[in-house]
């Protein structure tokens, strides 16, 4: 048996037996619904992604999960981060982040919004059309701007060039626009989609990018940042095949390094690679009874609490319980009065009874993020940073 340490969570890689302690341990201790969050587990998610591309500077987009305990561990280890708006960056600031190390990456903000960035001074921002220009030159003369590209998003889980991202071709446009209106044009950015699993679409973006660094420079507008956004993937199921961050990083790497002169600073937004990982959402069972030739287990948290990915993250889980033995083709259903708040109809697990424990790995990415607190008077999952 592997030596396990769950009281601290010190043990970052933990193994089935650890997580079932980790969980027998708390539950004496703590309602459920609960979600753990690892610190060890954020530490090591970090470790891989600046071991695997070490010259690309990380912005951890709050937006994944902007839990204090969280925003605390990464501000710790030196992260930079990703906010979408005005409130997002208050609170990145309010823990201790320099607002050097923020950029505000949602292309479409507020004038208020644009004023509060320019008042904290945080100065590297985002924009993909001209209307936007005009608005950021306004309120924040000066400001340090990156051009969002539309890029392919193909096979990503979560399509994100439905609503952002300029034409690759009108980026250099853009940008000298930017100048003529009194902003420094720092940059390109991009999101191939979140849950990307294709690493086609970084290499394509990385060239549609390193073209407009080239039509910068050939007329004397050199650019600095390079900003490959988010769009990690994770393993949500155990096993899962057809991820493999390690060799897709090795490939992003090496096309960085080819097509890209070497003075160019590189930034990515990664949010649920950083944090998926630590999450462990615990549920029990608070019903059950037999419908439509299946076991119907209802569970204290559901599509209105931590399960939310499922609708806005489009994510599936794998529901793992503490029983052993025959399974049976069951149904997962959250609490509300809702049948939409259904989990899923057809897992295969041991057969349950009111007060089992189901439990959720790699939940921490858009899960209590998205979550309506208190929807039918449910409260949501307590939080047990580790
Ligand atoms: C959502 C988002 C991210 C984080 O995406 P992940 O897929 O979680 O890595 C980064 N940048 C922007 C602009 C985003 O909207």
Redesign the pocket.
């Known amino acids: 048996m592997k030596q396990q340490k769950p009281r601290n969570g010190n043990n970052s890689c933990l193994g089935v037996h650890g997580i079932e302690s980790l969980i027998r341990s708390l539950i004496k201790r703590h309602k459920t619904p609960f979600l753990i969050i690892r610190r060890a587990a954020l530490k090591k998610q970090l470790e891989r992604f600046r071991r695997c591309l070490p010259e690309v500077t990380p912005y951890y987009?709050i937006?994944?999960n902007p839990l204090p305990g969280v925003i605390k561990t990464f501000i710790k280890l030196g992260t930079s981060f990703?906010v979408?708006s005005a409130n997002e960056m208050k609170r990145v600031l309010s823990f201790g982040s320099s607002p050097s190390r923020i950029i505000f990456?949602?292309t479409i903000k507020t004038p208020e919004d644009i004023t509060c960035a320019k008042r904290r001074r945080v100065r590297l921002l985002?924009f993909d059309n001209e209307p936007e220009l005009y608005k950021l030159a306004k309120h924040y003369p000066g400001a340090h701007v990156l051009v969002r590209i539309k890029v392919a998003n193909t096979g990503s889980v979560?399509e994100?060039s439905l609503k952002f991202g300029a034409e690759p071709d009108q980026a250099f446009f853009l940008l000298r626009k930017a100048k003529a209106l009194g902003l420094v044009p720092m940059g390109v950015s991009f999101?191939v989609g979140?849950?990307s699993k294709n690493v086609e679409n970084y290499l394509q973006a990385l060239e549609l990018s390193a073209n407009i660094f080239n039509e910068a420079k050939g007329a004397g507008l050199p650019l600095k940042i390079m900003d490959i956004?988010?769009?990690?993937p994770i393993e949500h199921f155990d096993n899962e095949i057809g991820i493999n961050f390690e060799r897709m990083a090795a490939q992003i790497r090496q096309r960085m390094k080819a097509i890209f002169d070497r003075n160019v600073k590189f930034i990515a937004?990664?949010?649920?690679?950083l944090v998926g990982p630590a999450g462990i959402l615990v549920t029990q069972v608070i019903g059950r009874t037999f419908r439509n030739n299946k076991n119907y287990y209802y569970l204290n948290d559901g599509i209105y609490g931590d399960f939310s990915g499922m609708i806005f993250d489009h994510c599936r889980y794998e529901f793992k319980t503490l029983r052993r033995g025959q399974k049976f083709l069951s149904a997962l259903a959250g609490p509300t009065c809702d049948s939409f708040d259904t989990l899923s109809m057809n897992e295969e697990i041991p057969e349950l009874y009111v007060g089992d424990v189901v439990y959720v790995k790699n939940i921490g990415?858009y899960s209590c993020a998205s979550a309506v607190p208190n929807f039918n008077g449910f409260p949501p999952a307590k939080i047990i940073t580790i």
């Open positions: 987009a937006k994944a990703d979408a990456a949602n985002t979560v994100l999101h979140s849950q956004g988010g769009g990690f937004e990664p949010g649920r690679f990415a």
